[in-house]
């Protein structure tokens, strides 16, 4: 078995544990909960883990430890064939790529902002810095709105997918639909998929 060290309302391990289930290997992973805070030091997962003290991190069955979600859904993308949810080659792997970047970002600064609103006591906390992290989440659904996710699951759509979860679960004051018709309609779709419904971000 390996050992996928999470927290349930991190939209980054929300992708791998998507990923696992789309790919056929959720029943392969044990969640090990555990907590990460960027004013609360967890120097023991540092020293075991990753230094970074970020989550997600993979041990595989081997003992490797594998971190970045990004990395973690590549490995299980090849240990499931390959091909599977990131194309191997060609014009396609690219739009996937990019497509995931793109909601990583938004996902990014979606995370940063909850840092910033939260985390920073509020006379210490930058308007201005604020007022930018929120134009690249609205950039980065405007970019998806001219272009929603079309055909199977794949690693940008599985991560457009968490990002907008993670912006109904903390952001609900920040209605999105309205304005991205076809995002939501897409979002709506895939939120009934067993790896999105199983998934949804609790705490």
């Known amino acids: 078995m390996m050992k996928l060290y999470h927290s349930p309302t991190s939209p980054f391990v929300r992708k791998v544990r998507v990923a696992a289930t789309e790919l056929g290997l959720a029943d392969r992973l044990v969640l090990e909960t555990t907590h990460v805070s960027p004013v609360e030091r967890n120097r023991a997962y540092a020293d075991a883990v990753n230094p970074l003290r970020k989550i997600p991190a993979l041990v595989t069955d081997d003992g490797e430890v594998i971190v970045d979600s990004s990395v973690i859904c590549d490995y299980l993308d090849a240990l499931a064939g390959g091909g599977r949810i990131i194309p191997a080659a060609g014009p396609a792997r690219w739009q996937v790529l990019t497509a995931h970047m793109v909601a990583d970002g938004m996902c990014d600064a979606a995370v940063l902002l909850r840092y910033e609103t939260v985390a920073r006591p509020e006379a210490s906390r930058w308007p201005t810095w604020i007022d930018d992290q929120w134009d690249r989440v609205q950039a980065g659904l405007g970019w998806f709105e001219a272009r929603p996710p079309a055909g199977p699951l794949d690693l940008g ?47």
């Open 157 to 203: 759509s599985i991560a457009l997918g968490c990002t907008l979860g993670y912006l109904d679960f903390r952001y609900a004051d920040r209605p999105w639909r309205d304005r991205h018709p076809r995002l939501a309609d897409w979002f709506k779709g895939v939120s009934a998929r067993p790896s999105f419904a199983e998934t949804v971000p609790t705490g």
